[in-house]
């Protein structure tokens, strides 16, 4: 064996389940959010998060809403 060990990071679940069944990403859950960004303020890829694409669009939809609602900023000035 190597001196390097292979990292494998866990999944982040960033969609939840509502009761009907309908998968959703909350945009006023802001900490959960924030792991999805850059320090910069950019939000990461689906390699990086480990989402799925329709799992990723939910989630950049929330992140989104969430910086026009004022809930998150739009650069790195304000965080």
């Keep these: 064996m190597t001196q390097f060990a292979r990292f494998t990071p866990t999944k982040q679940k960033f ?6 069944g309908i998968e959703f990403v909350d945009w006023k859950d802001v900490e959960t ?4 960004m850059s320090p910069n303020g950019k939000i990461y890829g689906r390699k990086r998060l480990g989402t799925s ?11 989104k809403r ?13 965080l």
Excluded: D, N, Y
């Excluded at 969609?15 to 009907?20: C, N």
């Excluded at 959010?33 to 999805?36: D, E, G, I, M, Y």
């Design 15 to 20: 969609a939840k389940a509502s009761g009907k």
């Design 33 to 36: 959010l924030r792991r999805a």
């Design 53 to 63: 694409a329709a799992e990723q669009r939910l989630l950049c939809q929330a992140v």
């Design 66 to 78: 969430a910086r026009f609602m004022g809930l998150l900023p739009f650069t790195s000035a304000t």
